[in-house]
C-alpha cells in the first residue's frame, strides 16, 4: 500500500492529508485561525494534485484509481470533519454545532460518494463541490472580529448547514478552470496569511 504514496499525484494528496490533521490539532487546541489558516493549504494540495496526476507520464492505472478514492478521503477531512470539529470547538460542544458538525459530515460523504460513481456529467459537478467549505470557513473566519462573539458559533453552524444542503443538491456547477484557479490560489495564500498573523 506505501507504493501508492510514491506515486507523485498521491503523495500531494497525502501531504494535504498531513496539513488538515494539522489544522484539526490547532483547532482543538482552541486556535482554530491557525487551523483554516493550514486547511487552505491543503485545498491548494487538493488543487494541486489533478495538475500533477495529469502531467505524470506513463503513471500507474491502479495508482490514478487509489489516488481517486485518496483524493476523496482527503477532501472528507479537510472539507467536512475540519469545519465539523471547528464548529465544536467554538460551540463548547452545544447541540446545535455537534448536529450542525454531523450533518456536513453526511453530506460530504454522501456528494464524494455520488461522484465516485456518477462523476460530473456535462463537465459540471452536481451539487456543491465538499471544497468549497474551506474558503466558506475561511470568510467566516476573516469575518469574525466583525460579528458578535455570542452570534458567531450558531451563525457558523448555520452556514455549514446551509453548505451540506448545497451539496447533495441538484445544482449544476462548473469545475474549477484557467483563472479561477490562480483566483483559489491568490485567495488561499493571502487568507492564511491573515488568519495566521491575526493569531
Known amino acids: 500500500m506505501f507504493r501508492q504514496l510514491l506515486d507523485p499525484a498521491n503523495a500531494v ?5 498531513v496539513l488538515s490533521a494539522i489544522g484539526i490539532n490547532f ?4 486556535m482554530p485561525e491557525i487551523g483554516v489558516a493550514i486547511v ?3 485545498l491548494l494540495a487538493d488543487h494541486l494534485d489533478g495538475v500533477v496526476a495529469q502531467r ?12 481517486k478514492n485518496l483524493d476523496s478521503l482527503a477532501d472528507l477531512v479537510s472539507a467536512g470533519v475540519f469545519p465539523a470539529v471547528t464548529s465544536i470547538i467554538i460551540g463548547h460542544g452545544s447541540t446545535i454545532s455537534v448536529a450542525a458538525g ?3 459530515i453526511v453530506a460530504s460523504a454522501l456528494r464524494l460518494s455520488y461522484f465516485n460513481v ?3 456529467p456535462g463537465g459540471r459537478f452536481i451539487g456543491v463541490p465538499t471544497t468549497y ?3 466558506v470557513t475561511a470568510i467566516m473566519f476573516l469575518f469574525r472580529p466583525d460579528i458578535p462573539e455570542a452570534i458567531f458559533p450558531n451563525l457558523f453552524a448555520f452556514v455549514l448547514v446551509v453548505l451540506a444542503v448545497l451539496h447533495i443538491v441538484p445544482l449544476r456547477v462548473p469545475k474549477t478552470t484557467g483563472v479561477m484557479y490562480l483566483v483559489v490560489t491568490a485567495f488561499c495564500v493571502w487568507a492564511s496569511i491573515i488568519l495566521a498573523t491575526r493569531t
Open 56 to 67: 505524470t507520464r506513463g503513471r500507474v492505472v491502479e495508482a490514478g484509481q487509489v489516488g
Open 13 to 17: 494528496t497525502a501531504a494535504g492529508l
Open 40 to 42: 487552505l493549504w491543503a
Open 102 to 104: 454531523a450533518t456536513l
Open 118 to 120: 456518477f462523476g460530473s
Open 133 to 135: 467549505a474551506v474558503p
Open 27 to 30: 483547532t482543538v487546541a482552541s
